[in-house]
């Protein structure tokens, strides 16, 4: 249910009260979403640059960022300043030449192609993690199907199914037509015994359909024995405190410290502000805010402005997230941030909405990673501690990781398309408790 209407006005100025923005808008250029210019420390930004006379989008030096070199700036964007559409769907030749199974079944499991197991099972201990959001392939070659059928399924699976989740691997330029061939002779030489029936698993726990689905348990999430980030928050309070270069501190204008000033401040963001004309997450303003009131650069994905979001959102932990979507900015924005969750992006021409929809693959496997559907809420406990990393991460960090696999270069941070689509998967969250910071 859409949150009750409280005009835009009001929940402005609301906002610029308790956050200090004391400059109104009417005192200062305003930029529009259209021409943000952005606040993010420089790996954040996703720049592409000229090094040694190669384009390179420069990105986080930590993994998993630094395992993707390849530059993919010529693939369609979330940018709403990029019009580029992935090309339509074509038959091609296929190539007269026998498949090898062999090397069917190395390019089926390489990596640096997709790997087909991220999605589809077939038979193998060493096929591990599979994945289930395509279908199982154990047993395909008993299905007889023909080969130019099959070719045409992995070269481009558009031509059969327009909406599908599957990339187009040939004009992707991934997959080779030569390749493909041997994918299919591959694929034609799994067969069941009796016919049908896939080989038993020694392994439950491979088979994607099978695997028990035991989510990781981490304890209380605002435990500091259990979750580093609470203390990275707290690291927060010294600035909070601290006056900056302009000589106020935060504390100067939220009196009672952040336990009161921000209390249920949170549960409103990310959420349109007039003076900047755009949707704005808490980090986002902070990046503008700190420096207009304190003198303090408080740049999107630094230590200080995570930190400094994770003691405000934590002031509002155990209250409802309770965005607006209802007046006509938010309204307008929430529409928009529909629009880039529905899109298809990148070299594999995928959208957000392929892995975190019911009809799609929400609450599949892609590997050993099971999809969150994003009904349930994504939102809610970002930013959060991320094991795999050991890092604060926040919803941003996120976006921008999700973009390589996809074969897209990543947009800045702050980027009003980001914000859009934040404010898009907060609305599924309205109603549930806040927890900041979570872990993963």
């Known amino acids: 249910m ?14 610029l009260l308790m956050l200090g923005c004391a400059v109104g808008a009417d005192k200062r ?26 384009r390179v989008q420069i990105r986080y030096r930590h993994e998993p960022f630094s395992t993707f070199t390849v530059n993919y700036e010529q693939w369609p964007t979330y940018a709403y300043s990029d019009n580029r ?19 069917g079944r190395q390019l089926f499991m390489a990596r640096n192609k997709a790997p087909c197991t991220g999605c589809h099972l077939i038979p193998g201990d060493d096929v591990w993690p ?15 199907l023909p080969d130019r059928y099959l070719f045409e399924l992995i070269w481009d699976p558009r031509l059969f199914f327009p909406n599908t989740s599957m990339p187009p691997w040939g004009p992707a330029g ?14 034609q030489t799994l067969k069941g015994n009796p016919p049908f029936v896939p080989p038993p698993e020694k392994d439950p726990t ?32 010294s600035v909070w405190s601290a006056k900056g270069p302009a000589g106020k501190a935060c504390a100067d204008c939220h009196p009672g410290g952040p336990e009161k000033a921000m209390k249920g401040v949170a549960t409103k963001y990310p959420k349109y502000l007039s003076a900047y004309r755009r949707i704005m997450s808490i980090g986002d303003l902070l990046t503008v805010h700190t420096p207009e009131t304190t003198g303090r650069e408080m740049l999107a994905e630094s230590a200080d402005n995570l930190n400094m979001t994770m003691l405000i959102k934590m002031q509002s932990n155990g209250m409802p997230v309770n965005v607006d979507i ?24 995928h959208a957000c909405a392929d892995c975190h929809e019911a ?42 990781v999700c973009m390589l696999p996809l074969g897209m270069n990543y947009l800045p941070a702050d980027a009003p398309e980001y914000a859009d689509l934040e404010l898009y998967l907060t609305a599924f969250d309205n109603g549930k408790p806040m927890s900041v910071p979570g872990i993963r």
């Open 359 to 400: 009809d799609r693959g929400a609450g599949r496997y892609a590997g050993a990673r099971l999809l969150s559907p994003v009904r349930e809420g994504l939102t809610k406990h970002f930013p959060l501690w991320f094991n795999a990393y050991l890092g604060v991460w926040d919803i941003r960090k996120r976006f921008q």
């Open 130 to 144: 599979a994945g289930s959001v395509g279908p199982d392939l154990s047993v395909i070659g008993d299905r007889r």
């Open 174 to 187: 991934i997959l080779s037509a030569e390749e493909v061939v041997h994918i299919v002779a591959f694929l």
């Open 85 to 103: 559409v992935f090309s339509q769907p074509a038959r091609v030749a296929m190539p007269d030449l026998k498949g090898d199974p062999a090397r």
């Open 206 to 237: 491979r088979n994607p359909h099978t695997r028990p689905t035991i989510l990781p348990y981490y304890g209380d999430n605002l435990d500091p024995a259990t979750n580093p980030a609470v203390v990275f928050a707290d690291n927060a309070l």
């Open 2 to 15: 859409r949150p009750k209407h409280v005009p835009g006005q009001l929940l402005t100025l609301v906002a």
């Open 29 to 54: 250029e305003v930029p529009s979403s259209q021409r943000w210019t952005s606040r993010a420390i420089p790996e954040a930004r996703g720049e592409v640059k000229e090094i040694e006379g190669k």
């Open 326 to 349: 209802t007046s006509p900015e938010a309204a307008a924005a929430y529409e928009r941030g529909r629009a880039v969750y529905f899109k298809r992006v990148g070299q594999r021409n």
